[in-house]
């Protein structure tokens, strides 16, 4: 993803010492037939993810989902529900940036256009059936995935013994 000016501004006070930074991941789902997933490939390091992205200082994690998936992938999608929140391991950059990121997963449906790659954080997008992930995928991404099919289902939360299974 690529890093927003608010994190650039504070990274020149604080240096790559370790930031807790509120994120988003919008799992667009399309469900007629068959469910599919809307995804994207990385151009860091070639993974397959759902759309995510940093929010924007006050931003409502819906109104982010929404931007990061149409800012992507071109694509407009509604938020269904909030399907699940949890905070990464700590993440740590090429650049020696450190963070972790409270994700807050967003079930999202798809209303409208194509994916495309619309911006150089990605190299590939499209629609995958949830049968079939594409790969390299990480375990996280299948989990957040998996909560997003979970429809109707109360909001999902990282414990302790789910750390384990990642």
């Not at 998936?69 to 940036?97: C, K, M, W």
């Not at 495309?116 to 594409?134: H, I, K, M, Q």
Request: net charge negative; proline share 7%.
């Amino acid at each position: 993803m690529a890093t927003p000016e608010f994190i650039t501004d504070l990274r020149q006070h604080i240096g790559t010492r370790e930031l807790w930074i509120p994120a988003v991941r919008g799992v667009t789902l399309r469900r007629d037939p068959e469910p599919e997933v809307l995804l994207v490939r990385r151009s860091d390091n070639g993974a397959w993810t759902v759309t995510s992205g940093i929010l924007d200082p006050g931003e409502d994690p819906a109104v982010g989902a929404v931007r990061e998936i149409e800012e992507e992938t071109s694509v407009i999608a509604r938020p269904v529900r909030v399907a699940g929140v949890f905070a990464t391991h700590l993440v740590q950059y090429g650049n020696g940036d450190r963070c972790r990121y409270l994700d807050t997963v967003m079930e999202m449906e798809h209303v409208s256009g194509e994916p495309r790659v619309n911006d150089d954080e990605s190299v590939d997008t499209g629609w995958f059936s949830v049968d079939a992930l594409p790969e390299p995928m990480n375990e996280d991404q299948k989990m957040v995935i998996a909560w997003a099919l979970d429809s109707g289902a109360p909001a999902q939360f990282f414990t302790a013994s789910s750390a384990d299974a990642l």
